[in-house]
Every structure is written in C-alpha cells, then in structure tokens.
C-alpha cells in the first residue's frame, strides 16, 4: 500500500476576492511542469508534488490584506504568505528541488 505521505500537497488558499490564488495555483504548475519536478526525490523517497486549491486557512493577514495567496506545504508544514505567481518559480525551484524554504515569503 502506498503511504500518503508519498506526495507532498501545495495547498493554496484561493478564498480573496481578486483570485490571485487561482493564478497561483496555475503558475506553480506550470512551473512544476518547466522544471521537471511534478515528481521529485525527496530525503531519499521518491515524491509526486500536486498543488491543489483550498479555502481559506486562516492566514488571511498573510493572504487577503497582501498581494498575494498563502499556500501551505504538506505534510511538512511550511507557510508561505503573500504568493504571487511571480513567486511560483523560486518556491518550485528553491524548496521544492533544492529543499531550501524561501525565507522572503515564509511565514512563522
Ligand atoms: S482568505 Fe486566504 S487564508 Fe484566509
């Protein structure tokens, strides 16, 4: 049986008004796409990387008063607050094929 932790969830929250959340979500998979991560390595294990949209998460300061979305990754729970799809290249980059977080965007 697979273990569901075998994928790692980008949920981001698509609940503001202007749907920036909704661009997000678009260009994190297109990045995935680009950088040819949607399946990734992973401490060893190998790790398919979905994005998926939400509803709100609670994080609205970092969500719907910014310019950008928060998104949480799952399972192992760093935040990103304000996400533009500008934003979308760096996270798919740097946290996903690196496993650096993007301290700019994180969010305690
Ligand atoms: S509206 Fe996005 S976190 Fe609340």
Partial sequence: MKSADSVIRLF??????????????????????????????????????????CNCLDLCKQCKKGPGAALIIHPEGTVYGNVRPKDAAAIVHEHLGEGRIVERLQVD
């Fill in 12 to 53: 981001v929250c698509t609940a503001q008004k202007d749907e920036v959340g909704k661009e997000v979500v678009k260009a994190l998979k297109t990045e995935l796409k680009k950088q040819g991560l949607k399946k990734l390595l992973a401490g060893g294990e190998k790790r398919k990387v979905r994005v998926q949209t």
